[in-house]
């Protein structure tokens, strides 16, 4: 598993892996549970869960405070929406949200940015109904619900008992059964009744789809100078200034290139000409690129090739099988799923207006 940490400026980050699943949607057996004998231990008291003041706005609900939800059982879920991790533990918080409604769980969605664009409350309730997130979500653009909990990682649950204590934490993806069982003790601890005893079943769907670890080697890496690694165009990067690039005939794996007239700056790369490319040497199954148009309204009509050629079946999600697809809004953008045998491969993808930012590959 890939986990996204943050260093204290979140400017920094590191990969920590382990074995996980993700998936998209709760399959329906009566109940959407896979039933499994629940097993009780005991879990320790971390410390009493910090206020929530610190957000900035809300979405789906009017502010909440800890002391409006003593007596429920919280989950907390710190993410960011271009976060490839969080969105592939989305499913599980989705579904736990729903199916423990009743019994008294209350799911907090603490939306914490890591890209400037992300910060804009519009793009979060965009992206919030664009992904059902429909649970109540703390607007955490200041960071400073992250700073109370000492947070560092997108995405980070918080089990929170019915007094107000953490009693659980899970960073990163995995762990989905373990973390259900929590919320289960924890409700029986309350009080609830009725709560079942089986554990959500997910499958994989999309963007939201499990990575596929056993051939992913290929670690998450950024198109910005403050934290990219491996840029490999010709005579190196400039930062803030317009410049042409080139890039090599070749890429060693987990290298990447620009070509074309591009301004580097610290959190992206923006195109200033049009035909400007990015190339990456990967080894995954999934490639995802964080792109924002110059503006909304303003989209960007790009290309993709692979080794050179359309993707064929092997496209993503956000474009068809030649390639083509457009950057209409600032988000992450699924380019390439393959559907057959992993290998090291090379993207390539043209922009055919200027404008346009790179911030992030991440793979899976």
Known sequence: MFIMRASPLLLAASLAIAAGTAGNTVADDRRGMKQMAPTATQLPVEGTAPALDGATGWLNAQPLTMADLRGKVVVVDFWTYTCINWLRSLPYVRAWADHYRDQGLVVIGVHSPEFSFEKNVDNVRRAATDLKVDYPIAIDSDHAIWRAFRNQYWPALYFIDAQGRIRHHQFGEGEYERSERVIQQLLAEAGSTGVPSGVAFVDGRGIEAAADWDSLRSPENYVGYARGENF???????????????????????????????????????????????????????????????????????????????????????????????????????????RGGIRDRTFEIEFMAPGVRAYAFTFG
């Open 232 to 338: 490999s165009s010709i005579n190196g990067a400039t930062l803030g200034q317009p410049r042409d690039y080139t890039a090599p005939e070749r890429l060693r794996l987990n290298h990447w290139a620009l070509a074309g007239n591009w301004t580097m700056t610290e959190e992206f790369a923006v195109l200033n000409q049009a035909d400007g490319r990015i190339s990456y040497r990967f080894h995954a199954r999934d490639l995802h690129l964080v792109l924002a148009p110059p503006s909304r309204g303003q989209p960007v009509r790009f290309r993709v090739r692979i080794d050179g050629a359309p993707p064929g079946n092997d496209h993503g999600v956000d474009i068809d099988a030649e390639g083509w697809g457009s950057v209409a809004e600032p988000r992450l953008y699924q380019l390439i799923r393959q």
